[in-house]
């Protein structure tokens, strides 16, 4: 009967709040003359217990010594850049992929992005998230409107990305959709 309840009050708290209640949406009010009001809702990261996450990666990428279960299919929940770090810094070298490096270079957008999430297609993957908004930013004062980040400067920081994540460190795939890039490594 135990498990019966606990498969329950599971289901029950997945269901009672969108996403399983891993993220918060925040919907701006955005000035007359913006685009569509869709591009004005933002998915801001929660905090996570990172020993949980931790366990998480661990399992996904078969780290723990003996362990005879892994996922080659995963992703974290959207998290923060400071979240996220450590644990892109458990996978110390899978094929081209070095944790050290990227995870480095993932610091290094803290307060530039509206979060990202980590995981594994086959091998390791990061799809960043990018704002629309200046107060869409991780760590932004979202109680204040911000100003509007142009297409042009969403295109500049993809370029950088792009500079970085594939010139520098090496990832085989590198894509761009709106405000959603995937970084992928074989």
């Known amino acids: 009967m135990k498990p019966i309840m606990a498969l ?9 709040t969108e996403g399983g209640g891993y993220l918060v949406e925040v919907k701006s009010v955005p000035p007359a003359a913006a685009e569509s009001s869709d591009r004005h809702n933002l998915t801001l990261p929660l905090e996570v217990d990172l020993q949980v996450a931790e366990s998480f990666v661990r399992i ?14 995963f992703l974290t929940p959207r998290l923060r850049t400071a979240q996220a770090v450590p644990l892109i ?3 110390k070298q899978y094929n081209g992929f070095n944790g050290e490096r990227v ?14 999430e ?3 297609e086959g091998s390791p993957v990061l799809y960043i998230e990018l704002p629309h908004w200046s107060h869409q930013r991780e760590e932004a004062d979202t109680s204040v409107q911000g100003t509007r980040i142009t297409d042009a ?22 894509g761009a959709d709106g405000r959603r890039v995937r970084v992928w490594w074989d």
């Not at 329950?8 to 009672?16: D, N, V």
């Not at 362990?67 to 080659?72: A, M």
């Not at 995870?103 to 990202?116: D, F, M, P, T, Y």
């Open 8 to 16: 329950f009050t599971l289901l029950l708290l997945g269901a009672s």
């Open 60 to 73: 996904g990428f078969g780290l723990k010594k003996d362990q005879r279960f892994q996922s080659y299919e």
């Open 89 to 91: 810094r458990l996978i």
């Open 103 to 116: 995870a480095a270079a993932v610091e290094k957008l803290r307060g530039r992005i509206s979060g990202l």
């Open 118 to 120: 980590f995981g594994r």
């Open 153 to 174: 400067e969403n295109d500049r920081l993809v370029e950088e990305l792009r500079q970085v994540f594939v010139d520098e460190l090496k990832a085989d795939e590198f």
